[in-house]
Structures are given as structure tokens and as C-alpha cells.
Nanobody, 121 residues
Framework: EVQLVESGGGLVQPGGSLRLSCAASGFSISSTSMSWVRQAPGKGPEWVSTLNRGDGSTTYADSVKDRFTMSRDNAKNTLYLQMNSLKPEDTAVYYC??????????????WGQGTQVTVSS
């Protein structure tokens, strides 16, 4: 069974940092492109970042560029999202998903259950 399990969310003050993890099972994360997607209260899903299968390159939404870093540990079959300089507008449920975001559209498959990130003083 293909499964994604996120962890690492929580409450953090503005300017703080968090690292999200996504443990995959039932498949190898090195075999597919992976993305992070977030959903703020009352809003639709927003693509955050993608790590491409082939060369391991990463792409980011403008809203998080230079603050967030996506990476993977193939040995642990785990995906990460390092989030620095957090802002209140980063408050959302963060989902780990299989697939890519391309030309303004998400091509996503399996979703994790999500982890809540709240940025507030």
C-alpha cells in the first residue's frame, strides 16, 4: 500500500523555523517527483514546492522562495521541507504529495494526511 505520513508541524512564532518530514511507504521516493502543497483555512490548495525525480532539482512558489528548502533522504525514504523565516500567512495544513506542479497546474496523485503549521505570536 502506498502511504505518505507527514510530521513536524506545530505552533511557531513569526520569524521562526520548522522542519516537516514525510515518510513514504509502498514505493521509493527516488522513483517519482514529489511535492508539498498547503491549504490555509477557508482557501484552496496552494502548491509550495516540487522535487523532480530525474535530477533532484527543486522548484518553489514565489511566496516561499528563499525561505523554504525541500530535500529528500533516499535511504530513509523520507521527504523534508525546511521552513525558515516563517510568516503568519504560512499558517496552513501542509501535505506531502506524489507528482509535480507544471505550467500552473498540479498533477498530483497520492496525498498524505497533512500536518498543521501555525505561525502566530
Amino acid at each position: 500500500e502506498v502511504q505518505l505520513v507527514e510530521s513536524g508541524g506545530g505552533l511557531v512564532q513569526p520569524g521562526g523555523s520548522l522542519r516537516l518530514s514525510c515518510a513514504a511507504s509502498g514505493f521509493s521516493i527516488s522513483s517519482t517527483s514529489m511535492s508539498w502543497v498547503r491549504q490555509a483555512p477557508g482557501k484552496g490548495p496552494e502548491w509550495v514546492s516540487t522535487l523532480n525525480r530525474g535530477d533532484g532539482s527543486t522548484t518553489y512558489a514565489d511566496s516561499v522562495k528563499d525561505r523554504f528548502t525541500m530535500s529528500r533522504d533516499n535511504a530513509k525514504n523520507t521527504l523534508y521541507l525546511q521552513m525558515n523565516s516563517l510568516k503568519p500567512e504560512d499558517t496552513a495544513v501542509y501535505y506531502c504529495v506524489t507528482g509535480v506542479y507544471y505550467s500552473g497546474r498540479g498533477y498530483f496523485g497520492v496525498w498524505g494526511q497533512g500536518t498543521q503549521v501555525t505561525v502566530s505570536s
